[in-house]
């Protein structure tokens, strides 16, 4: 299995330049804060949270591997609170609505989607753990936070409509971002699909508001390396991505 031996580390180094405005929020805030959509802070710095990139990356690939004819599963958790007017709770209507978007019901771990064999899977009575660990990006020295204020437009008078305003912070552009992800035991493939579903985060952006204008980001990948045990330590190599994007490319050619 997985998980058995610990076979080695390959970590994706990473880097985010916030091309506009980057708001991502914690929820509702609290009746006493003056903004209300704050971005969230570590520490009093900014940062874009690990689950944030996580589940952009998720969504992302599934969407990718969906298009090229592979079955990948719907999470429970993914699942809208209603659909056709109902809450979806027994398992009977989890899986009409997997069917009616084209897909298969969460997974269970003793079988595993592509998705959830990379992301890991909280199917049955024991999840499959995650191959992938997504860490914190943090915001590096130079950001600006600024707020902005918006307002819903009446359709029919193009003006302003009645209501108070909506006060949003974000992370100006230009701001820049350091993270990693790390993946445990990887297969060569997955890899190569982290990478890819990179590509596509960048051009859908990241956080809150990206249809107004916020979130574009551009996402370098700095470096990857291997970390392996060996007897007095680890073992650090620096690797190239282009054998992880062929092992994930020749993974859909067999497909199709």
């Not at 997997?98 to 298969?104: D, E, F, L, T, V």
Request: proline fraction near 5%; charge should be positive.
């Amino acid at each position: 299995m997985a998980f058995e031996r610990l076979e080695g580390f390959v970590e994706i180094d990473l880097e985010f330049r916030a091309q506009s405005a980057l708001a991502i929020h914690a929820g509702k805030a609290a009746a006493f804060e003056a903004v209300e959509s704050p971005v969230i802070l570590s520490a009093g710095e900014p940062i874009i949270p690990g689950s944030s990139l996580k589940g952009a990356l998720r969504s992302t690939l599934e969407s990718l591997l969906a298009a090229a004819g592979f079955e990948v599963c719907v999470p429970d958790a993914a699942i809208p609170k209603q659909w056709g007017k109902k809450r979806i709770r027994r398992p009977e209507e989890r899986r009409e609505y997997a069917r009616a978007i084209g897909r298969k019901p969460a997974c269970s771990a003793d079988d595993p989607c592509p998705v959830c064999q990379i992301f890991g899977t909280a199917g049955g009575q024991q999840g499959l753990a995650g191959r992938a660990i997504f860490l914190d990006a943090r915001a590096q020295p130079g950001y600006q936070l600024i707020e902005r204020n918006h307002v819903a437009i009446a359709r029919d008078t193009r003006s302003q409509a009645g209501g108070k305003l909506m006060s949003v912070q974000a992370v100006d552009a230009g701001a820049v971002f350091k993270g990693q992800i790390r993946l445990v035991n990887p297969q060569d493939w997955m890899v190569g699909a982290l990478l890819r579903a990179l590509e596509g985060v960048a051009f859908l952006g990241l956080g809150a508001k990206k249809t107004a204008g916020y979130g574009q980001v551009e996402i370098r990948v700095s470096e990857i390396r291997t970390r392996k045990p060996v007897a007095d330590g680890w073992e650090e190599k620096i690797v190239e991505a282009e054998p992880y994007r062929t092992a994930f490319t020749t993974m859909l050619e067999q497909k199709g």
